[in-house]
């Protein structure tokens, strides 16, 4: 398990890169694409070896992108910006397939249904989770993140901020991370609230679950903690512990072993989910490391599992994962 | 029965007397012999027979009588037994003198001094005067004139028995006095040498004379000769006790269990055939010592102290009763019986180990002086004792002396390379003063243990670890506590095989279930030496940013010793990182339950307690018995109080500010005392310097926060981030941007991984008042992306952008592209304040929804204006493009001609020129009346300005609002607490490592925590000002620091929508 530098462009865009995704290989186009958004409000695509520039910059995603997310059949994506708008658009085309927003709540982190079927988005200040059909985009559900039993009153009410989405990969499962470290888990066929996952309170800036279980879930957290949580059993099932400052970023090898994080210490991590420990330590970025993404299997020539990660400091990074 | 016959004189008769029936009176004796004028020899038989039968004072009578002034006239002619009579007294006087003490000693050996000068006036070459002079100087430890003296008679006759034996005993004794061996074993060598010639001489002398020989053969190391001789004299005279007690003793040095058991059975039998002999006690004293029959000891030494008044052996017995006492740690008895030890010793060089252990019952006591006089005594004779060497070092440094101390072990490693002790206590004594000696010194120590093949200590693994860790070299700190923890269950806890099995262990800190679980399987075992290292390994790992092994480390530790204070406050710090107040302050519950006093769980709950509105004002009490605790000497206690007392100044509570004003000046009192009492507490002078600040005397507080930027930046262990900060905060009050944009940089990168919001607003701030709008645009949205849910952030970057574009349209030129810029810039704003308009309905984000209306409109205003330049710059532009495209054809088709026409053209061109320049002063011009359309659009909405005005006068009353932004000021320096709490925790029980190793913690570390606290109390004024400079509603507050700054910023506001004249 290891993960080996394979290429990197500095000054990918004009300024911080905040998010990153991979676009799965379709029908129409052989490869996967690795899209990247930053607060030079742009969206930019990649190709998947060379990181050559694979369609000119999208502008006009206002005040900085703060979260993308692909589509499975590969044909568009859903780029978040800190006005709140989230724009879906037409990865080869660039072309603006339409404009979301969740008014008056922010939006910030998105995901796509495993299937397609629907788009999540974290509702910020609202406190819930705010869906759509992906069809003719009509808001399908506002799923709002309960108060804890036992928690104090929330005075200010920005502690509900829900930061973070991820659906399980059989769609059944639906959780979100906010501000105040709660955890929410939803039964995503019913659209039900489930419970609250406990342990984090601090901000919970990213989450995955497993793809070879989909009751796995992992968070990252200001707290610099990785937790494994077993989202349907209520369980916390593990911690990992290693960075210096706050994980930002989480993904999980399609094989399920490995996750990756990336830090505020300008880290990448590589860890051994079974074994619990850190395994690798990548210092190439020289800034907070927003996004980590592994490139979705299938597509030409794929061999090698590939790591993306994007950073503060322009750069973008592709990795060999083996 | 053997009988004396005194001729009677002038008869044939003879006066018969039994030997055995001596009278008591020796005067009829005397008589007798004075009136029948018995030869002298007579006198002699006489009173030798007293003397054998210890009838000493008859003895002296007769002989005194003997040779009396009236028998040397009587008997001038019998030189022999005159002199005989005479080398008896002094023989007598010289034993006395051996036997007696100082001062009766001199005058017995002053008196036989004058019998034998007396015996040599009679006849100076008879040879026994010289013998028993020889003896005489023996006595008075004379040796060379005791050799002299036996010589002379030697020279004489190479056989003479007594003079060889003295001669031999003299040179016996030079041995023992010879300072350097081959030396004296040349002296034993040469005694024994004469000893032999004497048994040649006389083969049926006495047994003792074998002794001689024994001795001799035992000095010169033939230890089996030696025994041989033993054995022969114990053939001879089988109640010989000396040979005896000599035999034993070497059947002792073997040190062999076989051996040591004969040798114990000869001391008995000693013992048994002589039961005063002082020698054979102490032997066997000292056998009975090392069997640990203490009841023994002090009966043989006490009988051995009775039956010698020998000083030397009587030292030795008040020793071994010392020893025994020593032993059974009844110290006050030993250290009596040390004294009178060493009281019989005249010298030192005598008999040394007294001294040493008076030496360790001082120390014991902490007399160190008087320990300290012991063991350089013992140097005195031996200058070389490490042992005593490192008693001295260890006085010292008891005494504070520290460079003495190192000195002193210094001179030991130079003596013994190998002695990894002195290593060791050199190594600590320099672990505060020069961390790369003192770890040579502890390697070292390391590298002799290990070469010796003995286990390092765990307290020695753990110096050289906390000393790596000192240095932050994280990775060999990790090898030396692992090597100092050995095997255990620490190690399945480090590799992940016990830990991972822990379910919810975040959630459940205090749950000790997991380790009820393993101690089914495996008795879990934590032995108490290593529970220090195991803490300190702890540490490293949450240095090493791996709290979740750290964590499972401390509760093991809580589980096998629950007493454990500082395990339960590192908890508590580790759940306080993560944000889980109530967890931590449980578990500072659980500490200050074992120890209701104990400063740092005290300190920590206060910090806590600060956190939140309702315990703020118990923090105080907790701040308070914590500098209790300490007895004031803490100058961090003191800080914290200090630091409440800022805090409470800057509450937000409704107060007289009389208060204000009392809280500011104990702080100030305070912040004054620490730094009296430690010169270079930088957090003092940080607090100072804050203080100062809001005096808005920026002077003083630069040169305070300055100097201490400077002491921190030299320093790996202290960091200060809040004078960075509070630094660029003078920067910016004095107008110095760019000099705070770098520090705020900085601090925010050195720091904090570029992490914190609340730099990066004092950073946009900075921008904002330096004019630089996309700059101080692009600071807000970082910290709306690392603080999502902070609205502050998104008013700000509105304004931001509304104040970019107002800026930008009243520039007198600008480009297309920037008018467009324009445009969009105040769609983005309005688009943010209409978004917090809308939320303010659901949240209180303490926002008037009016004044964001009013920013709306305002915006929304511009938009409008902007569009209109906007439309007019496009068509300007589209207009020049074309222009430009007519001149360039006109021009191309110019160049034509010119290339048709060569010749002549350059007149006809040069008006063509003229044309061209027409051309653009026609376009110039307009843009004059595009601006000039631009003023009037803006000129003329007159109720505008009167809403403006309406604004400010509702800032000032609107309670609402203040109060809004007053909440929001809280829960601001909340969060800002507790991130500099983190680190001020994170450090702290450090120092308790340091204590638990026995170093000194000293009044130095301490303090680096609370000042986070200042320095976020002082940033959080700012803040409020931050937000005041943005948003109006809390412009009433700007009487303070930075109220220059800020006052203009309303000014040019509400002038804005009706400003471009």
Known sequence: MKLAGFKSVDGAHEDSIWAAAWVPAADHRPTALLLTGSIDETVRAWQPDDLAVASPPAGGHALGVVSLAAHPAGVIAAAVSIDSHIRVFDVDSGASVTTLDAAPSEVWGVQFHPKGIALAAAGGGSGSVKLWDTEKWQPIASLPVPRPEGARPDKTGSGKFVLSVAWSPDGKLLACGSMDGTIAVYDAVRMKFLHHLDGHHMPVRSMVFSPVDPHVLLTGCDDSHIHIYDAKEKGLIGAMSGHASWVLSIDVSPDGMAVVTGSSDRTIRLWDINARASVQTMSNHSDQVWAVAFRPPGGEGVRAGRLASASDDKSISLYDYS | ?1061
Request: glycine share 4%; net charge negative; with cysteine.
């Open chain 2, 1 to 1061: 029965m053997a009988s004396v016959y005194i001729p009677v004189q002038g008869t044939e008769e003879e006066v018969r007397v039994a030997l055995d029936l001596l009278p008591t009176d020796a005067s009829d004796i005397l008589d007798i012999l004075k009136a029948e004028q018995a030869p002298l020899h007579l006198w002699l038989i006489i009173a030798r027979e007293y003397f054998k039968q210890g009838k000493i004072e008859q003895f002296r009578q007769i002989l005194e009588e003997g040779s009396g002034p009236e028998i040397d006239d009587y008997y001038a002619d019998v030189k022999y037994e005159r002199i005989a009579i005479l080398n008896a007294l002094g023989a007598f006087h010289t034993f006395l003198g051996k036997a007696e003490r100082a001062p009766q000693k001199e005058a017995h050996f002053k008196d036989a001094t004058q019998y034998y000068n007396r015996a040599s006036r009679i006849d100076e070459t008879e040879p026994s005067t010289w013998i028993g002079r020889g003896q005489l100087c023996v006595a008075k430890g004379e040796l060379q004139m005791a050799s002299d003296s036996f010589k002379i008679v030697l020279d004489d006759d190479g056989d003479n028995f007594p003079a060889l034996l003295g001669q031999a005993s003299v040179y016996f004794l030079m041995g023992d006095t010879e300072q350097q061996h081959k030396k004296a074993l040349e002296l034993y060598r040469n005694s024994l040498e004469l000893y032999k010639r004497a048994l040649r001489g006389y083969a049926d002398c006495p047994a003792a004379v074998r002794l001689g020989i024994a001795f001799c053969r035992y000095k010169l190391g033939q230890l089996d000769r030696a025994r041989q001789a033993f054995d022969r004299v114990l053939q001879l005279d089988p109640e010989n006790f000396d040979a005896l007690v000599a035999l034993a003793i070497m059947d002792l040095q073997t040190n062999e269990a076989g051996e040591i058991r004969s040798g114990m059975e000869k001391m008995r039998r000693a013992f048994e055939i002589y039961p005063y002999c002082t020698l054979a006690l102490n032997h066997l004293a000292n056998h009975y010592f090392f069997t640990g029959q203490h009841f023994v000891v002090e009966q043989l030494s006490e009988t051995a102290l009775s039956s010698s008044s020998h000083v030397l052996l009587k030292s030795q017995s008040y020793y071994n009763l010392a020893r025994s006492y020593h032993s059974k740690g009844d110290f006050e008895t030993a250290g009596r019986y040390y004294i009178a030890s060493v009281k019989e010793v005249n010298k030192p060089q005598d008999f040394v180990l007294p001294f040493v252990g008076l030496g360790q019952i001082q120390l014991k006591f902490g007399d160190f002086k008087r320990s300290l006089a012991s063991f350089e005594k013992v140097l005195e004779v031996h200058p070389e004792n490490c042992e005593s060497l490192k008693a001295i070092g260890n006085i010292y440094s008891n005494l504070g002396e520290n460079d003495k101390a190192i000195e002193t072990f210094k001179k030991v490693t130079r003596i013994d390379p190998k002695d990894h002790q002195a290593f060791v206590e050199l190594g600590e004594l320099l672990v505060e003063s020069d961390w790369a000696a003192a770890m040579e010194y502890l390697k070292t120590a390391c590298i002799l243990l290990r070469k010796a093949g003995e286990k390092v200590p765990v307290e020695l693994l753990n110096g050289i670890g906390l000393l790596y860790f000192e240095k932050a070299e994280f990775e060999l700190a990790e090898q030396s506590f692992k090597e100092a923890l050995g095997d255990g269950i620490w190690v399945s806890i480090m590799d992940g095989t016990a830990g991972s099995s822990m379910v919810n262990w975040s959630v459940q800190y205090r749950d000790q279930s997991l380790f009820h679980q393993l101690e089914e399987n495996i008795p879990l075992e934590l032995p108490c030496d290593k529970v220090t290292t195991l803490f300190n390994y702890a540490r490293l790992l949450e240095e090493l940013h791996d709290t979740v092994k750290a964590s499972h480390l401390y509760r093991l530790i809580i589980f096998k010793y629950p007493d454990y204070i500082d395990a339960y406050l590192r908890l508590a710090s580790i759940a306080k990182e993560k944000n889980n107040i109530q967890l931590s302050i449980e578990l500072i519950g659980d500490a200050l339950k074992i120890n209701s006093k104990y400063p740092n769980a005290l300190s920590m709950l206060g910090s806590l307690e600060l956190q939140s509105d309702e315990t703020w004002l118990t923090a105080k009490e907790h701040f308070r018995d914590a500098k209790d605790a300490t007895e004031g000497k803490d100058p961090y206690s003191w800080l914290q109080l200090g630091n409440w007392n800022y805090f409470a100044a800057n509450r937000p509570e409704k107060k007289a500010p009389k208060f204000e004003a009392t809280h500011r000046e104990k702080a100030k009192e305070i912040f004054l005392n620490v730094l009296k009492q430690n010169h270079g507490n930088m957090f003092a002078a940080n607090g100072l310097g804050i203080l100062h600040a809001e005096k808005a005397q920026w002077d003083i507080s630069k040169e305070l926060f300055t100097q201490v930027h400077e002491a921190a930046s030299g320093s790996i262990f202290v960091q200060v981030p809040d004078v960075w900060i509070n630094l660029a905060h003078i920067y910016f009050a004095q107008g110095l941007f760019q000099q705070a944009v770098k520090m705020y940089q900085n601090c925010a990168r050195k720091f904090f991984y570029n992490t914190d919001a609340t730099t990066l607003l004092y950073l946009s701030r900075t921008h904002y008042e330096a004019e630089q709008w996309q700059d101080c645009r692009k600071s807000l949205l970082r910290a709306i992306h690392l603080a999502p849910s902070n609205y502050l952030l998104r008013f700000n970057v509105g304004v931001s952008m509304q104040k970019f574009s107002a800026s930008t349209l009243q520039k007198t030129k600008r480009t297309v592209d920037e008018v467009r810029a324009t445009v969009s810039e105040l769609q983005n704003a309005i688009r943010v304040f209409s978004l917090l308009s809308v939320a303010s309905t659901y949240h209180s984000h303490g926002f008037d929804e009016r004044k964001i209306d009013t920013h709306v409109e305002y915006c929304k205003h511009l938009l409008d204006a902007a569009k209109v330049h906007r439309d007019a710059a496009e068509q300007a532009e589209q207009q020049t493009k074309q222009k430009l495209e007519v001149t360039r054809q006109i021009a191309l088709a110019d160049e034509a001609r010119r290339r048709a026409e060569e010749q002549r053209k350059f007149q006809l061109e040069r008006r063509k020129q003229e044309d061209e320049l027409k051309q653009v002063m026609q376009q110039e011009q307009h843009f004059e009346r595009v601006k000039e359309q631009w003023k009037t659009s803006n000129n003329t909405p007159g109720k505008r300005k009167d809403r403006s005005r309406h604004e400010d006068e509702d800032g000032d009353s609107g309670k609402r609002r203040k109060k809004g932004g007053k909440r929001r000021k809280d829960q601001k320096t909340r969060m800002q607490y507790e991130d500099d709490e983190e680190d001020q925790y994170r450090n702290e029980p450090e120092e308790d490592d340091y204590a638990n190793m026995t170093r000194d913690p000293g009044g130095d570390k301490p303090e680096k925590a609370p000042d986070h606290l200042l320095a976020a109390a002082g940033l959080e004024d700012s803040d409020a000002e931050d937000e005041t400079g943005h948003s109006q509603s809390v412009m009433e507050r700007k009487r303070r620091a930075w109220s220059e700054s800020d006052d203009d910023e309303p000014v040019q506001r509400s002038v804005q929508p009706t400003s471009p004249e």
